[in-house]
């Protein structure tokens, strides 16, 4: 069981080394970096790559960690007993039929063992990941409405993303194995770029590249576009068919390029970027 990336996917040395790792020792693999540098996706190639089914589960700002194991439907259980009949009643009798599958549940009854993504852990309030320790630990946990302890068939390979919005507690990082995605450097998100656009043309995507990392040098940015924004840009320049001399002035230097706002999002970083390219051409 190693994982090397995929054809779709690529992982550079540290990464693939982050996910043997955390496999080898058994402990989840905590994945932290800026959105869109491929977090989520990782787990669904490890799943891939490793032929193992992805449970995933995607954390809001209102989920909370009981949700991951379990959920009594006390509410069906009420409707049931005030509408059926006495073939119904054995069904209400039963606490069992009211008790909803978390994710966890699932992944810890499965017939073998599963990818288990816990995505954006930073989205829940800051007791959601020490709720989650003991489970993920001892991998077990009780169901107290029906007096069951539910122990993990096979032991979950657990990735857990953050955006790096919020710090996580200490005890909880004490139990992960942690890797950083660093930003792609240039050849990286050439790579990338290829896996997702073979045989682009060799001068756009020069000009393309130039202009995203131009952009995401910017001091002073709001919000600096990442990988997906870039392959969103790609992929209109493409559609558009513009030719790579619009993203370039005549000495080389980098002009506000067609389509940028699939790059920047807020007014804000728009006005930066076309001071810097009056700059450039003041400079000339
Ligand atoms: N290493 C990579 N290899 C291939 N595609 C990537 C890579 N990193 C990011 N991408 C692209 O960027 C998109 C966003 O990745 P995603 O996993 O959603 O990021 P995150 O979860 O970190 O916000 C993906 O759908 C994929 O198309
Ligand atoms: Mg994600």
Redesign the pocket.
Known sequence: MKFEGSD????TPDLMLAVNAAATLQRPLLIK?E????????AEEVARALNMPLLQWHIKSTTKAQQGLYEYDAVSRLRDSQLSGIEGAEKVRNIENYIVKGVLWQAFEADRPVVLLIDEIDKADIEFPNDLLREIDRMEFYVYETRQLIKARHRPLVVI?S?NEKELPDAFLRRCFFHYIKF?EAKTMQA?VD??FPGLKQDLLAAALRTFFEVRGLPGLKKKPS??EL?DWLKLLVAEDIPAETLLLKDDKVSVPPLVGALLKNEQDLTLFEKLVQMQRHNR
Do not use: D, E, R
């Open positions: 779709q996917y690529v992982a970096g959105p869109g540098t491929g977090k989520t996706m990782l993303t955006n792609p990338i896996v997702h990988t997906s392959l």
